[in-house]
T-cell receptor
Framework: GNSVTQMEGPVTLSEEAFLTINCTYTATGYPSLFWYVQYPGEGLQLLLKATKADDKGSNKGFEATYRKETTSFHLEKGSVQVSDSAVYFCALSGSARQLTFGSGTQLTVLP | NAGVTQTPKFQVLKTGQSMTLQCAQDMNHEYMSWYRQDPGMGLRLIHYSVGAGITDQGEVPNGYNVSRSTTEDFPLRLLSAAPSQTSVYFC?????????????FGPGTRLTVT
């Protein structure tokens, strides 16, 4: 079956630091890949997505590239802000349209 | 558009009680689903529906029931609440036309079973 493994947290960074959250997946076929973000007390919001190999998703300064050869979709941001503090989930969607989530990574950015 | 709405936001139940978590969407999405979120486990799929009158089980369906009589509504019923069902519940929807099957989430219902 499908599975997603993402970097364990929590991650604590200083403002303007570089962020990487690793995500690898196991899936049959050609899944679509997503990063969702959850701010405290809220539901999940789509941050970015990629639907085929070598696609790069980007939004709000965050980027992730769909790497089929390494089955990875690592999330990066060059300079994090305090407002980026949240929980980040990597997820994949296979042919059945169901989302399979990683366990989430808590990010805290200190001023 | 309100998007995906869920009620209630918070609920406390005693073991053995039943209740229904409400979910509605106004985007005319045919696909809807329920997840539960537990610490360190991400979100796990409980039940899903690909259209009115059609439902199926996800990864953790035991103790929950669903029905889909309209496109807009997808209620989740807890038949006899147990402490193991203490969790945060999210409803989501998506459209067949959405690239990569992006799902839109509601704000969640935080349920405590004592």
């Amino acid at each position: 079956g499908n599975s997603v493994t993402q970097m364990e947290g929590p991650v604590t960074l200083s403002e303007e630091a570089f962020l990487t959250i690793n995500c690898t997946y196991t899936a049959t076929g050609y899944p679509s890949l997503f990063w969702y973000v959850q701010y405290p007390g809220e539901g999940l919001q789509l941050l970015l997505k990629a639907t085929k190999a070598d696609d790069k998703g980007s939004n709000k300064g965050f980027e992730a590239t769909y790497r089929k050869e390494t089955t990875s979709f690592h999330l990066e941001k060059g300079s994090v802000q305090v407002s980026d503090s949240a929980v980040y989930f990597c997820a994949l969607s296979g042919s059945a349209r169901q989302l399979t989530f990683g366990s989430g990574t808590q990010l805290t950015v200190l001023p | 558009n309100a998007g995906v709405t869920q009620t209630p936001k918070f609920q406390v139940l005693k073991t053995g009680q039943s209740m229904t978590l409400q979910c509605a969407q106004d985007m005319n999405h045919e696909y809807m689903s329920w997840y539960r979120q537990d610490p360190g486990m991400g979100l796990r799929l409980i039940h899903y529906s690909v259209g009115a009158g059609i439902t199926d089980q996800g990864e953790v369906p035991n103790g929950y029931n669903v029905s889909r009589s309209t496109t807009e509504d997808f209620p989740l019923r807890l038949l006899s609440a147990a402490p193991s069902q203490t969790s945060v519940y999210f409803c989501a929807s998506s459209s067949a036309g959405t690239g990569g099957y992006e799902q839109y989430f509601g704000p969640g219902t935080r349920l405590t079973v004592t």
